[in-house]
Nanobody
Framework: QVLLVESGGGLLPAGGSLRLSCAAS????????MAWFRQAPGREREFVAA?????????SDSAKGRFIISRDDNQNTAQLQLQMNSLKPEDTAVYYC???????????????????WGQGTQVTVSS
């Protein structure tokens, strides 16, 4: 069974940096895409960044140049991270990690392609 647990969220002022982590367990993830999505109150869940098993990275326009996604795979676990810099109040949201087999992720930004999700971690950026 796949388990995803996010951590690292918090409250910080605009311009600050934060590093989110997602601990994945339950199977080898080397052939899985892993991604970060976020959802602000009253808004739909939106794509932030994704990384395939081979390391190919994808970013939303809002994340490009400010956020960096990375992963560290071990035998039956993986650690997904999101380094967020130059944070803005509009980055405030619950951040979720997600994963799915690489071959099923034709479009890394499509949330409905991912079967496995974490519970989320809150990021609040004050102005």
């Amino acid at each position: 069974q796949v388990l995803l647990v996010e951590s690292g969220g918090g409250l910080l002022p605009a311009g600050g940096s934060l590093r989110l982590s997602c601990a994945a367990s339950g199977r080898p993830f080397t052939s899985y895409s892993m991604a970060w999505f976020r959802q602000a109150p009253g808004r739909e869940r939106e794509f932030v960044a994704a990384i395939r098993g081979n390391g190919t990275q994808y970013y939303s326009d809002s994340a490009k140049g400010r956020f960096i996604i990375s992963r560290d795979d071990n035998q039956n676990t993986a650690q997904l991270q999101l380094q967020m810099n130059s944070l803005k109040p509009e980055d405030t949201a619950v951040y979720y990690c997600a994963t799915e087999r690489d071959w099923l992720i034709l479009t890394p930004s499509s949330a409905n392609l991912y079967s496995f999700w974490g519970q989320g971690t809150q990021v609040t950026v004050s102005s």
